[in-house]
């Protein structure tokens, strides 16, 4: 359907993990990630982020795609799958091992956690690889400030070495942080633009160094406002919180736009799903979407 005149080969992408069911939350960031990418005539592409599989629920894979096929979500291509792009993550690695950016960390969780402001205190930052007992690998945090706009949050701006410190790329479990395995996975799949919930957004400079580092290009970014309940905490998967049932698709899809912001004439309730569709893709307007925004009880 198209309903734009941009131009710009626009690439958008919906990445769910799946360790639940969709939740409210995951939900606006279906939405908001769908219409943006609809509106610009581009391409939506679905990616399971189950790259850590300690995590993964079995069958909330399949529960999210059928979530969305009862929503209606129609996106382009195959599904890709983070546990088997292993090799992607590796050869990326390799990149940044070959800049001497990286040293294996041997430090214990309990050691961290008495770090009083969290951030990596560079204890293991002089070792090198090879390295024989067990460790995870961190990437050097370069004294570099990372600025970006959002096109929802504004003008964002971390020091990556004051503010967040060395990161993990590789956990001491051999699984690969999210951190680099989103990064690789955005450039290889050629994302112009990320849309996705606020609770990313303390995250995006740490994914922007990456990209600098491996000479990827940085897409725009979006992010959208968290569910909040009516006592201000963030509606969770992980808590249960507010599970999307397709039964009530219609009701839902339009709370969803507004919570996003958008103004869904009245006419609109009791209408079915492809007249809301319709509407939506019509009628989005990113520049309505608020900062934060609490849900009703
Ligand atoms: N997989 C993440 C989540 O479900 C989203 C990651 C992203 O959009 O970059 O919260």
């Not at 397709?246 to 103004?263: A, D, I, P, S, Y």
Request: proline share 5%; charged share 25%.
């Amino acid at each position: 359907m198209p309903h734009s005149t941009k131009q710009q080969a626009y690439i958008g992408r919906f990445a769910p993990s799946p360790t639940g069911p969709v939740h409210f939350g995951t939900l606006v960031a279906a939405v908001g990630s769908y219409l943006q990418a609809k509106q610009n005539n581009g391409q939506w592409l679905l990616r399971m982020e189950d790259v850590d599989i300690t995590r993964k629920v079995a069958g909330a894979d399949t529960d999210i795609l059928n979530t969305m096929e009862g929503f209606g979500f129609e996106w382009d291509g195959e599904i890709v799958y983070q546990s088997q792009r292993t090799d992607c993550y590796e050869e990326a690695l390799e990149a940044l091992i070959s800049l001497s950016l990286v040293f294996p960390c041997l430090c214990s969780r309990k050691q961290l956690a008495n770090v009083s402001d969290g951030i990596y205190p560079g204890t293991c930052r002089n070792r090198s690889l090879p390295e024989t007992s067990e460790h995870a690998l961190r990437v050097i945090a370069e004294d570099h400030v990372i600025k970006f706009d959002d096109a929802i949050m504004g003008r964002q701006s971390q020091d990556i070495k004051r503010q967040c410190g060395d990161f993990v790329i590789r956990r001491r479990d051999d699984l690969f942080a999210y951190q680099l395995a989103v990064v690789v996975d955005d450039a290889l799949q050629g994302v112009t633009e990320i849309v996705r919930g606020a609770d990313l957004l303390d995250c995006t400079p740490r994914q922007i160094y990456l990209q600098q580092l491996l000479d990827y290009p940085t897409p725009g970014y979006c992010h959208l406002p968290l569910a909040i309940d009516a006592s201000g905490n963030k509606i969770s998967k992980s808590e249960g919180g507010s599970t999307v049932d397709v039964k009530g698709r219609e009701k839902l899809l339009l709370r969803t736009l507004h919570f996003l912001g958008q103004q869904p004439p009245e006419d609109l309730y009791g209408s079915n799903l492809n007249d809301i569709w319709s509407w939506a893709i019509t009628h989005w307007e990113i520049t309505q979407v608020p900062q934060s925004k609490k849900l009703p009880s």
